[in-house]
Every structure is written in C-alpha cells, then in structure tokens.
C-alpha cells in the first residue's frame, strides 16, 4: 500500500518554464489537496478538489492550475514559473465521510521545486 | 491573516523532559484540530487530533489539551525522546468544508541526550 505518491521528488526550472507535478493516492479517497511549504510559513492550500472532474482554489491559487481526471490522481501545473514559486509542494488527501465531521488528510513526501 | 498561530518557533528539551508547543486560533467554527509530525524529507503524518467536544486526549505519551473558551490547544510530549526531534504543525478544520485544513507555522523540536 504506497498511500500518496509524488513525482518527481525533485525539479529545477528556468523562470518562464512550465512544469507539471504529479501525484497520485491508493486510498479511494474522494478529496485531494496540493499545498507549499515554505520556511517559518507552515503549509498553505493551493488547490483541492473534492471528487474526480472537479477542483477549487485554496488560499494561494495565483499562478498555480489543476486537474482531476480521475480520482487517484490529482496534478499541480506552473504555466510560466516564477522564482517566488520556489517550494516544497506536498499533496495530500482524505475520506469524505458524511455526518462526522473533518477527516485526517494523508501526506505525500513532496516535491522540491527550484525556479532559477 | 493567519487563522492559527503556534508557538514556539523551535523547542530544545532534554530526554526525559516534557515538550509543550501551543496553538491558539481565531476562528470559533473550527471543530476538528489535528496535530502532525514531520521528519526532514519526509511529509507530514498526523500524530494525534481532537474534536472540541473533550478537553483532552492521550496517545501514549502524546496528549493534546484543548480550551474552548480561550480558543487554545496544545501538544504535550512526555518523556520526550531524541526520535521525537522534528517539526510540529498543529492545524484546524471546520466540518463541511471538504476537511481543509488551516495549518500553524511549526515547531522545531530538538531532544537533546
């Protein structure tokens, strides 16, 4: 049971690039959740999505695009990468279950993303 | 505006000692507050939560307490353990909201022998 794979584990991108991160969740789990870590900021929500076909945005959408095609796999794009974008990306994701309130969310290793 | 503020920034406790991080938050709809552990490298793995109906929970030596009334929360470790050195986030959810979760800044926590 590998629980939520990230690829690639690492990236280095000259500003303007487009780059695409993946993962992917074993689980069945319906909501999926793509974050950044960044030093002294704790983890701040991208994007999510709460089932196969849709997505939302977070607290930090700007410059970020996702996608949902099937439910295991949630995908992270960078149209035209910018060195502010330089981060920790981690996805995550969780069971809905109705009536019981919020659910633990189940963590990848990230990704590490330079923007040179 | 930062909806959870944790404290400290970074911990050193000796083995054997108790570690105490805190966690305060503005938003009184959160009902759900997970606390996770991550390693360097690694992602992060939820440790222990509560659910604002109890003022505390105990998983071995990891305990959370929670009061409502001053919108606070905190991790204890007891007996802390060099293997416990790493990173604390503690975060909060509100139920119906797809489980996102608003996360604190983090705790370095180092346990020295």
């Known amino acids: 049971n590998a629980g939520v794979t990230q690829t690639p584990k690492f990236r280095v991108l000259k500003t303007g690039q487009s780059t695409t991160l993946l993962c992917a969740q074993d689980?069945?789990?319906?909501?999926m959740y793509w974050y950044r870590q960044d030093p002294g900021m704790g983890l701040r929500l991208i994007h999510y999505?709460?089932?196969?076909?849709?997505?939302a945005k977070g607290e930090v959408p700007d410059g970020y695009n996702v996608s949902r095609l099937k439910k295991q796999n949630f995908l992270l794009g960078l149209e035209s990468a910018a060195p502010s974008q330089t981060s920790v990306y981690f996805c995550a994701s969780s069971y809905r279950l109705s009536g019981v309130g919020a659910q633990p969310q189940h963590f990848g290793d990230g990704t590490r993303l330079s923007i040179l | 505006q930062q909806q959870v503020k944790q404290s400290p920034q970074s911990l050193i406790v000796q083995k054997g000692g108790i570690s105490i991080i805190n966690c305060a938050y503005e938003n009184t709809a959160f009902d759900y507050f997970p606390w996770y552990q991550q390693f360097p490298g690694k992602g992060p793995a939820l440790l222990i939560a509560?659910?604002?109906?109890?003022s505390e929970k105990k998983e071995g030596r990891f305990t959370i307490s929670f009061n409502k009334s001053a919108k606070q929360f905190s991790l204890h470790i007891m007996d802390s353990q060099p293997g416990d050195s790493a990173t604390y986030f503690c975060a909060a959810s509100i139920t119906g909201t797809a489980s996102k979760l608003t996360f604190g800044t983090g705790t370095r926590l180092q346990v020295t022998l």
């Open positions: 509560i659910r604002p109906d109890v």
């Open positions: 689980m069945n789990h319906e909501y």
């Open positions: 999505s709460v089932g196969e076909g849709t997505t």
